[in-house]
């Protein structure tokens, strides 16, 4: 496989700049071979494309590509901490947190959409354990938000 920049480019995607922090911590802390990253909302050039609940305002199809923009998010977060991502050896985990409607149980078909992006952007070393969790409400009524950990060497 070539380089990941080359492969994003490929996938239609490009590593978006860095989130600043909307509170007191950073985007991304490494210790040892591991590289967390602190989680990521959906924005696009600064902003949230959509805000709401999946299952009420926001289609469960819509969220699921929101959920690789923020993987997108959370990806550049890591490349600042490391410096290339192709240093990546290993998605060990991704955490997928939905905002959803009272009655909304899809959160894993949600998490897919930043889980298909891993795998599709690092084949092999991207499967990964996950955690899908719906949570009543997020930051700035964000209807996603992605961590991840990721190996590097």
Do not use: C, W
């Amino acid at each position: 496989m070539g380089s990941i920049v080359d492969r994003l480019a490929e996938l239609g995607h490009a590593l978006p700049p860095v989130a600043p922090p909307a509170g007191a911590y950073i985007p991304a802390v490494v210790t040892g071979s591991l590289v967390h990253t602190a989680g990521q909302l959906p924005f696009v050039d600064g902003s949230l494309p959509v805000t709401g609940k999946v299952g009420a305002e926001v289609p469960p199809e819509g969220a699921a590509e929101l959920a690789a923009t923020a993987a997108l998010n959370a990806l550049a977060a890591a490349e600042a901490a490391i410096g290339s991502l192709d240093r990546v050896t290993r998605v060990v985990k991704a955490t997928v947190f939905v905002a959803s409607a009272p009655s909304f149980t899809a959160q894993p078909a949600v998490a897919n959409g930043a889980s298909n992006l891993l795998g599709e952007v690092f084949g092999e070393a991207g499967k990964h354990a996950r955690s899908a969790v719906g949570v009543a409400v997020l930051p700035l009524d964000s209807p996603v938000e992605v961590e991840l950990i990721l190996e590097f060497a």
